[in-house]
């Protein structure tokens, strides 16, 4: 079995830089056949960066790039109702044939939680969300979703069905 390799790109960039897109672009263009996947964060805001939506990149790159396997790096379980999250994230699955992985974390720059209106809880707090929100999101395939009980996102049972590989 050969040896696969993964990287991240930019979707972020200075004042004065060259365009971060770009950038990743021609980054992807360069890769060896021995890359497989391709991982980009999934920041709001950070420092004065100029950032692109993670997801909207992803799908870019995904139709533009159809030989990698995509992932964010990871997607803050804070920013989208772990619903949404699942619905996104079937529909990315379904729209590459396959070539998505979810990666979900508990998220940790508070300057972005802030700047967007997020409640900014502890890490023990964020955690546990994590973990319930994931639950969730998991069961919500299987359309099976439970109810969200931490008293921060209201759920009413939504359906995302998934969608047939092709």
């Given at each position: 079995?050969?040896?696969?390799?993964?990287?991240?790109?930019?979707?972020?960039?200075?004042?004065?830089?060259?365009?971060?897109?770009?950038?990743?672009?021609?980054?992807?263009?360069?890769?060896?056949?021995?890359?497989s996947t391709i991982w980009?964060?999934?920041?709001?805001?950070?420092?004065?960066?100029?950032?692109?939506e993670s997801w909207t990149?992803?799908?870019?790159?995904?139709?533009?790039?159809?030989?990698?396997?995509?992932?964010?790096?990871?997607?803050?379980?804070?920013?989208?109702?772990?619903?949404?999250?699942?619905?996104?994230?079937?529909?990315?699955?379904?729209?590459?044939?396959?070539?998505?992985?979810?990666?979900?974390?508990?998220?940790?720059?508070?300057?972005?939680?802030?700047?967007?209106?997020?409640?900014?809880?502890?890490?023990?707090?964020?955690?546990?969300?994590?973990?319930?929100?994931?639950?969730?999101?998991?069961?919500?395939?299987?359309?099976?979703?439970?109810?969200?009980?931490?008293?921060?996102?209201?759920s009413s049972r939504p359906?995302?069905?998934?969608?047939?590989?092709?």
């Open positions: 079995m050969a040896i696969e390799f993964s990287t991240t790109i930019r979707c972020q960039w200075q004042q004065g830089e060259p365009d971060g897109i770009a950038y990743s672009r021609a980054k992807l263009a360069s890769l060896p056949a021995s890359f980009i964060q999934d920041h709001l805001q950070k420092n004065t960066q100029i950032l692109l990149t992803l799908s870019y790159l995904a139709a533009q790039f159809p030989r990698f396997t995509y992932g964010h790096l990871v997607a803050c379980q804070s920013f989208r109702n772990p619903a949404l999250l699942a619905k996104m994230g079937a529909s990315m699955q379904y729209l590459t044939g396959g070539r998505f992985i979810m990666g979900v974390g508990a998220g940790w720059l508070e300057e972005e939680y802030r700047a967007y209106g997020y409640d900014f809880p502890s890490p023990g707090v964020r955690v546990a969300q994590l973990g319930e929100r994931s639950r969730c999101c998991g069961r919500c395939g299987r359309n099976h979703p439970p109810p969200i009980t931490d008293g921060s996102i209201t359906t995302v069905s998934r969608a047939p590989i092709p």
